[in-house]
């Protein structure tokens, strides 16, 4: 049986060749997407960075941003309880109108970024989890560092694959914020052009990336999740 994932933030950053953003027509996406209130965005900033759209925090750690840099769209939400759907929906809707509305035909490559929470059914505390069953010769050596281990983690990276183009990095942590919980993240890279009118795969590669982190990353954990003893 594997775990039932809590996904607490996504990502995805559109590249573009770089260029001098023109704040005007960023302006107008902001109104545009301003009038559809499950899309749209309450600040508008300029700062030194680039050009940010924005809504105001309703809880601790949240975000909800999509920020054009001289190189990137980067959209994001953060513990808003967004679903992947939520999220493809917003993504390739804000990504297709900024194209048009700024005038830039193509992006030259697409990333993303899913992070989850799963909870050990075995264990209570996740730093015993990974200890023992992903990383067992830390629980061996026991204090081979001379002082207690506080957090810990592994990084998988997976290439391109025969027809799978895409390339994933996993990682898998403890969390700081609840010992019992892991803290998984996979970032995927699409290094291939997209033109405006195929935005929506954006949507699709998305759901890959989430796919790989709640099907066989959370498998191959749980198939680690037994009985202690």
Not at 14 to 32: G, M
Not at 54 to 74: C, E, K, T, W, Y
Not at 205 to 210: D, F, I, S
Request: glycine share 4%; net charge neutral.
């Amino acid at each position: 049986m594997t775990y039932d994932p809590r996904t607490i933030a996504f990502a995805a950053e559109i590249l573009y060749p770089p260029q001098q953003l023109r704040a005007d027509l960023v302006q107008n996406v902001h109104n545009t997407l301003y009038q559809r209130p499950q899309l749209g965005y309450q600040n508008f900033q300029v700062a030194p960075d680039g050009i940010h759209l924005s809504n105001i925090a309703q809880a601790p750690g949240q975000v909800s941003m999509a920020s054009f840099m001289h190189d990137r769209l980067v959209i994001r939400e953060e513990m808003r309880g967004s679903t992947v759907e939520d999220f493809a929906t917003r993504a390739v809707n804000v990504a297709t109108l900024a194209f048009q509305t700024c005038n830039i035909p193509t992006s030259i490559a697409q990333q993303f970024v899913v992070r989850s929470l799963v909870t050990p059914r075995h264990f209570k505390d996740g730093r015993e989890f990974l200890a023992q069953r992903l990383i067992p010769p830390v629980s061996q050596t026991g204090n081979a560092f001379g002082r207690p281990m506080q957090s810990l983690g592994v990084r998988f990276v997976f290439p391109s694959h025969e027809e799978q183009q895409q390339t994933f990095q996993v990682r898998i942590e403890t969390w700081p914020q609840d010992q019992r919980s892991i803290w998984l993240e996979n970032s995927s890279i699409y290094a291939s052009p997209l033109a405006i009118a195929d935005m929506p795969r954006v949507a699709d590669q998305l759901a890959a990336t989430y796919s790989h982190l709640t099907g066989p990353v959370c498998s191959f954990l749980a198939n680690l999740d037994t009985q202690q003893g």
